[in-house]
């Protein structure tokens, strides 16, 4: 097979070799063309636009870029090219040392297949690496003969971390490009017995905002957010694991409230997507610019709007009821395993009963569900089991149910996700019961229903064949 010509080289010279298609860009240069004429003289020549040559460029050089178990790479070489803090390409250094190329591989084969996160893991005997895709981890590499500490230092000078200092854990970026899409990647270091451990965070800013209705809500759910949005003061909570969307939730809702009237003004950490006409902070704890500082000082900026990316800790909790108190919307993210829990986790900060019902106007709890494979997928009648579970919730029990079986088009019969939202208005009979300390299940009963539940919303996805029992319960629990 004809040799590919370098990424690098490709990229700016306008012109791919794709087997024997010649494709070129608008700006093409002779340089390109002579090369590679060169490397293959009967290639056929395809003219495209400037999208369609983005287009082949990403798809020739994503492809066969896989590190499996068995790859024959000999890891003798130093890495003598220490990192810059500057944005890298995936897809370029394909010529450097063993240690960089089997970094870059890792990385390219996270991204290329939408992982969330890539875990590097020494151990007694050599490494292992994961990807989560899904909300599942995937081993992509384990050997002994990788050179552990040459590889953990490798990611840790493109984070601009320092490499002397393995006692104490550590946090860095990587301002990474992939064929022209630009990925973020957040790191992190832990000590451990045979060595750092590190995870790395990964987020593709190529892939924009979705849709309220792409997200999994209901025409119902978009109704609330959007009168959640236009509320001149209060705070709205999206609470959910790490994982479960709560920013992008929060950034839908940004997109509801901006409008030329409203100041809007966010704190975040990492500054995930850029939105227009949105003033943006990004926190940098080791200066002092923490969640509460930085609110304090978007107080000081005249906002109609703040986005806060996540209440931590009780100064935070407490600066953002008194910016609601004071006539501002805010906007925040609160770990908590459900929309009442929210209240609960406020009490636990140290918030006054009094204060939450005075200013929270509303709570998104959150999950994503591993979607079925429709190509594999089997249906069986419901058993009587799985319809008593369905009216334990005050659901009909569908006919039959969907079970995941597994193909080569997906990973164990899943494919994709899809959100869940159970969602609460604060009204007047919920607002008295947070203000006289009333328990978890007595606010409970009075802002749900069982479909409106997380749940109910889960068994509702997998009546409509969108996803399986199994899944709905390995990810919510049979909980009311």
């Known amino acids: 097979m004809t040799d590919r010509l370098p990424f690098a080289f490709a ?43 983005e287009t082949a460029l990403a798809r020739v050089y994503n492809a066969g870029a896989a590190v499996a178990d068995g790859d024959d790479t000999l890891f003798d070489l130093e890495d003598a090219n220490a990192g810059t803090t500057r944005q890298r390409d995936l897809l370029d250094e394909t010529g450097e040392a063993p240690v960089i190329q089997l970094v870059n591989q890792l990385l390219l084969r996270a991204v290329t297949a939408g992982a969330s996160d890539l875990h590097i893991e020494p151990y007694e005997d050599g490494l292992r690496a994961r990807m989560r895709v899904d909300g599942f981890l995937q081993k992509i ?29 550590q946090d860095g970026r990587i301002p990474l490009s992939l064929g022209g899409r630009t990925i973020d990647t957040r790191v ?20 924009g905002l979705m849709e309220l209705s792409d997200l999994g809500l209901s025409p119902t759910q978009i109704g609330l957010l959007e009168r959640m949005s236009a509320l001149p003061n209060g705070i709205i909570l999206a609470t959910g694991p790490t994982g479960a969307g709560k920013t992008t939730t929060l950034y839908s809702l940004l997109k509801l409230a901006n409008r030329d009237e409203r100041n809007i003004v966010t704190v975040e950490d990492p500054i995930e997507y850029d939105l ?114 369905f009216k334990q919730h005050g659901l009909p029990a569908p006919d039959t149910l969907h079970h995941a079986t597994g193909c080569d088009d997906c990973t164990g019969g899943y494919r994709g996700r899809v959100g869940i939202f159970e969602m609460v208005e604060i009204g007047e009979a919920l607002r008295g019961a947070i203000d006289r300390g009333a328990s978890d299940a007595e606010m409970r009963s009075l802002a749900l229903k069982g479909s409106e539940t997380l749940i109910g919303q889960g068994l509702l996805e997998a009546a409509n064949g969108q996803t399986t029992l199994e899944e709905v319960l390995r990810v919510v629990g049979d909980v009311a």
Do not use: W
Not at 154 to 162: C, P
Not at 188 to 207: A, C, H, K, M, Q
Not at 333 to 343: D, E, K
């Open 11 to 53: 990229r700016d010279q306008q012109v791919i070799l794709d087997g024997a298609r010649m494709i070129v860009g608008p700006s093409v240069t002779a340089l390109g063309l002579r090369e590679a004429a060169r490397r293959n003289a009967d290639a056929q020549l395809i003219a495209e636009t400037v999208a369609g040559f």
């Open 188 to 207: 992190s270091s832990l000590p451990g017995n045979y060595g750092e451990r590190i995870v790395l965070r990964i987020l593709d800013r190529s892939t």
């Open 276 to 389: 227009p006409g949105i003033s943006q902070s990004q926190i940098n704890a080791d200066i002092g610019m923490t969640f509460a500082n930085g609110l304090r000082a978007t107080l000081r900026q005249d906002p109609d709007v703040i986005l806060v990316g996540e209440i931590r800790d009780t100064e935070t909790s407490s600066v953002a009821a008194q910016a609601a108190l004071t006539g501002h919307l805010v906007f925040s993210s609160l770990h908590a395993n459900s929309s009442i829990g929210a209240v609960v986790r406020l009490r636990d900060l140290g918030v006054d009963d009094f204060l939450i019902a005075a200013t929270l106007r509303g709570v998104i709890a959150q999950r994503l569900l591993r979607k079925i494979c429709a190509s594999c997928c089997v249906s069986q009648p419901t058993t009587d089991s799985e319809a008593a579970l």
């Open 141 to 169: 590499m384990d050997r002994s003969d990788v050179p552990v500490r040459r590889v953990v230092s490798r990611l840790k000078v493109m984070a601009g971390l320092d490499i002397a200092e393995t006692r104490l854990p």
